[in-house]
């Protein structure tokens, strides 16, 4: 997708759409010269009163363009980054609509938000809603295959300002997009190997990113006790991957962001129902975006040091699968009974979390996946889990949030929790009772961490829309890319 600028609307060129932001009861703006009572009709008739994300076709015949499209962005006294965000989602869903390739869009005047984040929301809006997948889809059988936006020319002031910050949106908004492939993509293609495949091409693309790919024998060697077991039941093999980015060499502050890769969750032996088990494909949601941020973080270049750790397999059930009721050791040494197959994934982050405490030795971690249901009965599908030992993590990762509208929650670790993990026959158990089952994921997790500053994401409620929203798809969101980048920009050091 390609981004221009142009200073006034006079200069544009010929697109398939051109689009004049209103707010609500603010009708007259000085800019549009005779396009003004052209825009005017429909506010008269009644037909467009500039509410939030309405939008309007006018069909006036004017050489330059198709169309005109009036969007209302609401009351102007009530306008944020996130009703701009919303709005623009409306006006990407009206794009796919009227298969509009090239577009002229007129930045609206936000007095209380300052132009180069007016910018930012309208693309985040635009381009988060303007994701479509279909590659799974042969287009001979569909009616109308989908056409996608190719050209962008933004109209207003501070032309330099407005091209840079387009491009950063950009950059990071496609790492979005990338996320959103690989897990709206099929459990059978996304295996370990293409994770780590896709990996490959991030640092081959970006030459400050490193990629190492560790084998099954590599993991056996390592004693990942616990990511063979959970692997043990599938056709394809475990891999790890290890994805550096070095932003800053001179510096030895460093990050580590360990991501669930469990490319899809059967609950092996403790077999999910059929209902459970449909948007299962999706349980890599923590690795895409883990991997997703540092291929961000490449394109942007920023100035700090950040290693993605992802250990990928597949939760499959089959006569090698690992057994409820047996003992495993983790590559801590820590033994664990496994209580249910189906708490797979804090079984692989341990493992993740235990190499990357001992050998990579962070000042900070970050693991993100999706982990539990029973995150989505505490929250609601608005907001992700957010769990730390370390309050000035946990507010920078909480303001992160707020900026991004990637919103988390922050959850107890309280000592109290910790009785629920003991088991008789081993150090711990991986499940406990079905009451609080996020803060016990949570609680286990935090046994491998050691003292390290250390946040733990539960993306479960936000990984996968049932149904579309505002300006998420349905499927695959990507939440979290925005997030973490957001957080690497505005990092303090500890
Ligand atoms: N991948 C699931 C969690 C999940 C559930 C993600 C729904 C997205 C939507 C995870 O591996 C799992 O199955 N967790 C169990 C834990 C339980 C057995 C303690 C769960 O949530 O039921
Ligand atoms: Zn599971
Ligand atoms: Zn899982």
Not at 86 to 97: H, N, T, V
Not at 384 to 412: I, V
Not at 433 to 442: L, P
Request: charged share 25%; hydrophobic share 45%; net charge negative.
């Amino acid at each position: 997708m390609q981004i221009h600028t142009i200073a006034h609307i006079d200069k544009r060129e010929p697109s398939d759409a051109l689009v004049i932001p209103f707010f609500k009861d603010h009708y007259v703006r000085a800019d549009l010269g005779r396009l003004q009572d052209i825009c005017m009709a429909p506010v008269h008739a009644h037909d467009f009163a500039g509410k939030e994300g309405q939008v309007v076709a006018l069909y006036p015949g004017e050489p330059e363009e198709k169309r005109i499209f009036l969007l209302g962005l609401g009351p102007k006294e009530k306008c944020s980054l996130e009703s701009l965000r919303r709005s623009y989602g409306s006006l990407a869903r009206a794009f796919l609509k009227h298969k509009c390739k090239a577009v002229s869009i007129v930045v609206p005047e936000c007095e209380l938000i300052p132009h180069e984040l007016v910018v930012k929301a309208l693309l985040e809006g635009l381009i988060l809603a303007g994701y479509v997948f279909d590659k799974l889809k042969c287009e001979s059988m569909q009616d109308e295959p989908a056409v996608r936006l190719e050209e962008i020319t933004l109209i207003g002031p501070e032309l330099h300002l407005t091209a840079k910050v387009a491009d950063k949106a950009k950059k990071v908004l496609e790492a979005v997009w990338r996320a959103r492939d690989l897990i709206n993509g099929n459990a059978d293609d996304i295996t370990p190997h293409f994770l780590a495949t896709f990996a490959k091409e991030i640092s081959q693309e970006f030459p400050r990113i490193k990629t190492e790919i560790k084998d099954k024998a590599w993991i056996e060697k390592e004693g990942m006790g616990l990511l063979l077991a959970v692997s043990r039941g599938a056709a394809v093999d475990p891999c790890f991957i290890i994805c550096s980015y070095t932003g800053l060499p001179i510096s030895s502050d460093h990050t580590v962001l360990v991501g669930k890769g469990i490319t899809y969750d059967t609950g092996g032996l403790k077999l999910k129902s059929i209902e459970n088990m449909l948007s299962m494909r999706a349980d890599m949601s923590g690795a895409a975006v883990a991997l997703a941020t540092i291929e961000a973080i490449g394109a942007l270049n920023l100035p700090i040091n950040v290693t993605c750790v992802i250990p990928a397999c597949e939760n499959a059930i089959g006569a090698l699968s690992y057994k409820l009721g047996d003992v495993y050791k983790s590559r801590s040494g820590i033994s664990v009974e496994v209580t249910n197959t189906d708490a797979e994934g804090r079984l692989i982050l341990a493992d993740a979390i235990s190499y990357a405490v001992d050998v990579l030795q962070p000042k900070r971690l970050i693991d993100i996946g999706t982990l539990t249901g029973s995150m989505a009965v505490a929250l609601g599908n608005e907001l992700m889990g957010l769990f730390s030992n370390s309050d000035f993590l946990a507010e920078a990762l909480f303001q992160a949030g707020q900026r991004t509208h990637e919103r988390s929650w922050r959850m107890p670790l309280y000592e109290e929790y910790k009785e629920q993990l003991k088991s008789d026959i081993a150090d711990i158990k991986n499940a406990g009772s079905a009451q609080g089952g996020s803060i016990f994921c949570a609680m286990f997790l935090q046994q491998f961490v050691k003292d390290i500053p250390w946040a733990h994401f539960d993306i479960s409620p936000v990984a996968f829309n049932k149904e579309a929203r505002t300006y998420w798809p349905k499927n695959a969101t990507g939440i979290g890319v925005r997030l973490l980048v957001d957080y690497f920009e505005h990092m303090d050091k500890e």
